[in-house]
Nanobody
Framework: QVQLVESGGGLVQAGGSLRVSCSASGAVAALNRMGWYRQAPGKQRDLVATISTGGDSIYDDSGKGLFVVSRDNTKGTVSLQMNDLKTEDTAVYYC???????????WGQGTQVTVSS
């Protein structure tokens, strides 16, 4: 069982920055991939960025050069620094951890990020 708790969402003006973080508890010592997805109203949940235990990161094209995903393996945390935010970045951001051994994925409850114009 894995529990993921997100924090750091909120309201920011376009062009601003925001950092969201996720703390994992439970069986997170195994090799896994942690990261962030987002879901805007009426749309599907999409990848934002993920990072492996070794630091290998993957970004959606929309976030490349603007978003930075990082993790602390000793603390079981993953963060997403978002810069130069746009109104289209408004969404609920979900923390995710994927375990290679079981091919199982766990989700946090989500944190709202709203970018105003």
């Amino acid at each position: 069982q894995v529990q993921l708790v997100e924090s750091g969402g909120g309201l920011v003006q376009a062009g601003g920055s925001l950092r969201v973080s996720c703390s994992a508890s439970g069986a997170v010592a195994a090799l896994n991939r942690m990261g962030w997805y987002r879901q805007a109203p009426g749309k599907q949940r999409d990848l934002v960025a993920t990072i492996s235990t070794g630091g290998d990161s993957i970004y959606d094209d929309s976030g490349k050069g603007l978003f930075v995903v990082s993790r602390d393996n000793t603390k079981g945390t993953v963060s997403l620094q978002m810069n130069d935010l746009k109104t289209e970045d408004t969404a609920v951001y979900y923390c995710n951890v994927f375990f290679y051994s079981t091919q199982r994925s766990w989700w946090g409850q989500g944190t709202q990020v709203t970018v105003s114009s």
